[in-house]
């Protein structure tokens, strides 16, 4: 099973601000990643997929890179709506694991 | 517009079964893999188990492997996660989403709590 490992932990961060997430695969997943969005309260939100596509209704402010064993997640000058905690998961193979989550908070 | 509407709240004893529901709607529901994630209290998402309702392939994690059952029904649009014996441990919010593709979760049913308590 591939394990995804997400960093930092936690961001404190000011609105405006950029968000710089890290996830690192323990083996290539090729561009086979994701990256969701959760709010409390509420199911998570698909925004990246194939390592660098926006999912629907997405802002541009969110934008997301890498291939094989290293991936980010940036998200420019952050609104107040995305505090939030943010996992990426793979689908290289099953199960599609999720890395444990960075959360975003207001500084 | 896809919708995944779960069913509600559980509150079940340890080792009583339990059968909890997705019904999809504004897609296609053969067409389409859908699937469970598991999170417990204050904790991360975790992958579960997929099924295609139009031949029932199904698709566990070994983690989840022979203590749940993902089923469907597609002559009324739902997907099932059942088990036969709940622990405390199984105590968690359940979501069901339907794939894009066979690879990521794009559509989010609100969740179905399950607490289970002596």
């Known amino acids: 099973e591939i394990v995804l490992t997400q960093s930092p932990a936690t961001l404190s961060l000011s609105p405006g601000e950029r968000a710089t997430l890290s996830c690192r695969a323990s083996?290539?997943?090729?561009?086979?990643l994701a990256w969701y969005q959760q709010k409390p309260g509420q199911a998570p939100r698909l925004l990246i997929y194939?390592?660098?596509n926006r999912a629907t209704g997405i802002p541009a402010r969110f934008s997301g890179s890498g291939s094989g064993t290293d991936f980010t997640l940036t998200i420019n000058s952050l609104e107040p709506e995305d505090f939030a905690v943010y996992y990426c998961?793979?689908?290289?193979?099953?199960?599609?694991?999720f890395g444990q989550g960075t959360k975003v908070e207001i500084k | 517009e896809v919708q995944l509407v779960q069913s509600g709240v559980e509150v079940k004893k340890p080792g009583e079964s339990l059968k909890i529901s997705c019904k999809g709607s504004?897609?296609?529901?053969?067409?389409?893999?859908i699937g469970w994630v598991r999170q417990m209290p204050g904790k991360g998402l975790e992958w579960m188990a997929i099924?295609?309702?139009?031949?029932?392939?199904?698709r566990y994690s070994p983690s989840f492997q022979g203590q749940v059952t993902i089923s469907a029904d597609k002559s009324i649009s739902t997907a099932y996660l059942q088990w036969s014996s709940l622990k405390a441990s199984d105590t968690a919010m359940y979501y069901c989403?339907?794939?894009?593709?066979?690879?990521?979760?794009?559509?989010w049913g609100q969740g179905t709590l399950v607490t289970v308590s002596s």
């Open positions: 083996q290539s997943v090729s561009s086979y």
């Open positions: 998961q793979h689908r290289y193979n099953w199960p599609g694991t």
């Open positions: 099924i295609y309702p139009g031949d029932s392939d199904t």
């Open positions: 194939a390592a660098s």
């Open positions: 504004g897609y296609t529901f053969t067409s389409y893999w």
């Open positions: 989403a339907r794939l894009y593709g066979d690879q990521y979760f794009q559509h």
